[in-house]
């Protein structure tokens, strides 16, 4: 296997090479796609069909969940007529350390998909770009925001309030029907999902609800899961939570990361008044916050790597005692196609939430959802509608895997290491992105959800991997140089290779080559509207 990284690397090191010579003008393409995106006047309800609710009829849509994916899904599709239930465990306002920061890329699927209000009235900050700290040396990388919208930026927030705003929204529809429950199970005949069981709120009588199909978006802890998916879920770290006060961020507007010892330290605004402090700690386990051992670690351990502005703010922070912690999960989505069911949202594809792009991924995977299933006039064939939305998670990739894979690299390249080859990598990315220009615009593209291509992806992080092995050869190189260079190549490869692996080589790269990619809707469930057209 490692013959194969290093074939891979030398391969990408080369492309690397001729890519950062061509680099310059290919922003004006990306910026003149989405421009027609950014300004508020978009309305998707012309485009496509829009069908007409009957609220008597039972549901054409259950939905389980009403987060992020559920709720903006329920409101996307009630806009297009479905009939749509949805149940939520727990419809009062969550309180989460994460899912508070929205990178540009997501506030234009917001825009398209309607929902921009939602970030309105909640105190929600614009976030302009990163700043990055290493050995006391800072970075400020800005979104290569330039051909835009003004209002286009990044947004962080309180998760809650955004949630409660989405959830109204969807509510406010008369098909729309959100209720606040337990869903307990799947209801199969043959191997067919016709709905789910449930209990309400207050009830200890399960409750069964029918409909065509079954979008199953309960988050990172679904119990349903298991029979609609392969689930290998990965911990590498945990994040610890903190809330500072009192306080201004060195750059305003901006999250600001810390490539600290042994892992990155996250700064971000959730209000006009508030920092968002995430403290990643490797492995399952943290330490205890009840018995003080977490303050203990925070304060003798972290705080001493954390940027002088924000020391004092960070100390007060920790003796108030308001402290949260959560794993860290990923997961590639293995989905099982099963008939009138699918998976969204966290219960099928987890990233590491040290990017951000969680709420993109979600977000830009509605957009495909509402495109595949505006031309059905019904979703009365369980079969063919299930081979059709198969085609769902080939037309995801390009944007989720790339979201995903530049998550799990740059978490390992900003991890402490002792060893020498991962060392330079990671200085060779702080001075990589420190550069500016072409060096950080490309990078922050991808970051940002506004240019999630793959291929563009591999380029940067291999000539992030080339530019360290030229600071190590240079004035002079040494045996010793250019064996860490060697290593520092195939470290990268070992990286990287194996994350694309288990996203998928074919659907990432060339999804055309996919065969459902190309699966047009079923023919039986919009032939009626044809006719009606006709």
Not at 356 to 365: I, N
Request: one cysteine or more.
């Amino acid at each position: 296997m490692d013959y194969l990284y290093a074939t891979g690397a030398v391969m990408a090191s080369l492309l690397s090479v001729v890519f950062l010579y061509t680099l310059p003008g290919k922003m004006k393409n990306l910026k003149a796609s989405v421009k027609s995106q950014t300004g508020k006047e978009l309305n998707n309800s012309e485009n496509g069909m829009c069908l007409q609710a009957n609220i008597d009829a039972g549901p054409d849509i259950v939905i389980v969940g009403a987060g992020v994916v559920g709720s903006a899904l329920a409101y996307t599709l009630g806009k297009d007529g479905r009939r749509v239930h949805v149940i939520e465990r727990d419809l009062t306002e969550p309180d989460r350390i994460v899912g508070e920061l929205l990178q540009p890329g997501g506030y234009l699927r917001l825009i398209e998909l309607g929902l921009e209000d939602c970030v309105s009235d909640i105190d929600a900050q614009r976030v302009f770009g990163y700043a990055l700290y290493k050995d006391g040396k800072s970075a400020k990388l800005p979104y290569p925001l330039e051909g835009f919208h003004p209002d286009v930026a990044g947004r962080s927030f309180h998760h809650g309030r955004f949630i409660q705003r989405m959830r109204k929204k969807a509510a406010s529809l008369p098909n729309v029907r959100l209720e606040q429950g337990t869903v307990t199970s799947l209801v199969e005949e043959n191997g067919t999902v016709k709905g789910v069981q449930y209990k309400s709120k207050g009830s200890d009588q399960e409750i069964t609800t029918h409909a065509p199909l079954t979008i199953v978006c309960d988050g990172c802890y679904s119990n349903l899961r298991r029979s609609l998916c392969d689930a290998k879920v990965d911990i590498p770290s945990c994040f610890v939570g903190l809330v500072l006060e009192n306080c201004q961020l060195p750059y305003a507007n901006h999250g600001h990361v810390i490539l600290a010892n042994p892992s990155p330290i996250l700064f971000y605004p959730i209000s006009s008044t508030e920092i968002r402090c995430l403290v990643d700690v490797p492995g399952q386990k943290v330490p205890s916050i009840s018995s003080g051992d977490m303050a203990y670690y925070l304060k003798t351990k972290v705080a001493p790597q954390v940027p002088p502005e924000l020391h004092a703010a960070f100390l007060a922070a920790i003796d108030k005692g308001n402290i949260k912690s959560m794993p860290n999960r990923s997961m590639p989505a293995a989905p099982h196609p099963t008939p009138g069911a699918f998976l969204m949202g966290d219960a099928v594809n987890m990233r590491h939430p040290l990017t951000g792009g969680g709420m993109t991924v979600a977000l830009s995977d509605i957009v495909v959802v509402r495109d595949l299933l505006r031309p059905l006039k019904n979703l009365n064939d369980a079969s063919a509608l299930c081979k059709y939305l198969e085609s769902f998670y080939t037309l995801r990739k390009p944007v989720s895997s790339t979201i995903n894979t530049l998550a799990g690299a740059l978490y390992k390249v900003f991890c402490a290491s002792p060893d020498p080859a991962r060392k330079e990598m990671r200085e060779a990315c702080f001075n990589y992105l420190s550069l500016g220009g072409i060096f950080s615009n490309g990078p922050l593209a991808l970051l940002s959800g506004l240019n999630p291509q793959p291929l563009s992806l591999i380029l940067h992080f291999f000539a992030v991997a080339v530019y360290g092995v030229g600071r190590l050869l240079l004035p002079f190189p040494s045996p010793k140089r250019l064996w860490i260079g060697a290593r520092l190549i195939l470290g990268a490869s070992g990286i990287i290779f194996p994350i694309i692996s288990a996203e998928g080589v074919r659907q990432m790269f060339f999804p055309v080559m996919v065969s459902s990619y190309h699966r047009a809707p079923p023919f039986n469930l919009h032939a009626v509207e044809k006719k009606k057209l006709r």
